[in-house]
T-cell receptor, first 112, second 115 residues
Framework: EAQVTQNPRYLITVTGKKLTVTCSQN?????MSWYRQDPGLGLRQIYY???????DKGDVPEGYKVSRKEKRNFPLILESPSPNQTSLYFC???????????FGAGTRLSVL | AQKITQTQPGMFVQEKEAVTLDCTYD???????LFWYKQPSSGEMIFLIYQGSYDQQNATEGRYSLNFQKARKSANLVISASQLGDSAMYFCAMREGGGSEKLVFGKGMKLTVNP
């Protein structure tokens, strides 16, 4: 089954404790992206990757890192999480070429 | 300036009736794409329908259709024969040209289907 898989689905952590949210897709998609969703704000792009080893900032990159060492994986790294990073995070992927983006199930993160 | 505007915070509709969800957009790019996604209470984002700016006909996908009025810069989603399972948040999104894949989302609107 074609899918975008995020882990974990739920995470509660404390300020300053490094964490990684994994994202994997099995559709051989070139393009992958991370968004965060906050009440009343819709979804905003954090980082994106056009292909392996090619990443760039989105609209709200502060406090986040990403890497794209393999085509299928695009982890989101929070080196020192803060409470304002409490949010619902989505990974998305597409073939690029202006195609439809498919989303993972989301990761609900709480930073205390 | 807000690029995607969804002005209806919430709507109620009776089961089996049709409902229109409004979306207006703002872009100076002649090449763009418009999307609708559904987010049920479980949280996932489900792709519903896509309309390209150069598409001559309005997009349709089963019970979903997109009323695309380019001159008015609107891309309203029409759901025919509403079902209880259609109760969810709905997001309109736009992808502009220039090779960017980024989606810009509206703030969403909540649809409740009553039995």
């Amino acid at each position: 089954e074609a899918q975008v898989t995020q882990n974990p689905r739920y995470l509660i952590t404390v300020t300053g404790k490094k964490l990684t949210v994994t994202c994997s897709q099995n559709m051989n998609h070139e393009y992958m992206s991370w968004y965060r969703q906050d009440p009343g704000l819709g979804l905003r792009q954090i980082y994106y990757s056009m292909n392996v080893e090619v990443t760039d900032k989105g609209d709200v990159p502060e406090g986040y890192k990403v890497s794209r060492k393999e085509k299928r994986n695009f982890p989101l790294i929070l080196e020192s999480p803060s409470p304002n990073q409490t949010s619902l995070y989505f990974c998305a992927s597409s073939t690029g070429g202006r195609s439809i983006q498919y989303f993972g199930a989301g990761t609900r993160l709480s930073v205390l | 300036a807000q690029k995607i505007t969804q002005t209806q915070p919430g709507m109620f509709v009776q089961e089996k009736e049709a409902v229109t969800l409004d979306c207006t957009y703002d872009t100076s790019d002649p090449s763009y794409g418009l999307f609708w996604y559904k987010q049920p209470s479980s949280g996932e984002m489900i792709f519903l329908i896509y309309q390209g700016s150069y598409d001559q006909q309005n997009a349709t996908e089963g019970r979903y259709s997109l009323n695309f009025q380019k001159a008015r810069k609107s891309a309203n989603l029409v759901i025919s024969a509403s079902q209880l399972g259609d109760s969810a948040m709905y997001f309109c999104a736009m992808r502009e040209g220039g090779g960017s894949e980024k989606l810009v989302f509206g703030k969403g609107m909540k649809l409740t289907v009553n039995p």
